[in-house]
């Protein structure tokens, strides 16, 4: 880590499918940092039941939105194993996340005391969910959708036509 700051960060997740709310998160960490790796986790087991899109579907959709948001220069990897291993593995010294409401801080703050103890020059960072994204989540959007409901003020518009691609 360098004397001046922390120069590289990961913001992780599974991004099934990622949202406006996501698209935020990782333009508030390219705003603390100068390189931002976004790790999309394989998430094969994500509560029993595997993710909707497939690793290589939401590390596309993933970059597309970022490149709509004018975030071309934030990396986007897909993730298997452990975060902190990853992170090592790309030079990053913190990961960022979002926090949307107590029930996120209670999970996120185990998460980040079990990488503190396995890699104690991991930092992390929590940044709070602005008040309009403060509801969105990725299983809501993947409910609405299937339901046939608009999604298209929740996620990027990439998402919001594969979504709706997705469901027929």
Known sequence: MEANGIQHVVVPGSFDPVTLGHIDVIARARRLAPHVTVAVAASEGKHGTGTSFSLEERIALVEE????????????VGLTGLLVD??????????????????DF????QQAAVNQRMAPDIESIFVMSRPDFSYVSSSVVREIASLGGDVSALVPPCVAARLASHAT
């Open 65 to 76: 939105s970022l490149a709509a948001a004018g975030l071309e220069d934030v990396d986007v």
């Open 86 to 103: 990853f992170c090592h593995s790309v030079g990053a010294h913190a990961v960022v996340k979002g926090l949307r409401a107590a029930t």
């Open 106 to 109: 209670e999970y996120e703050l």
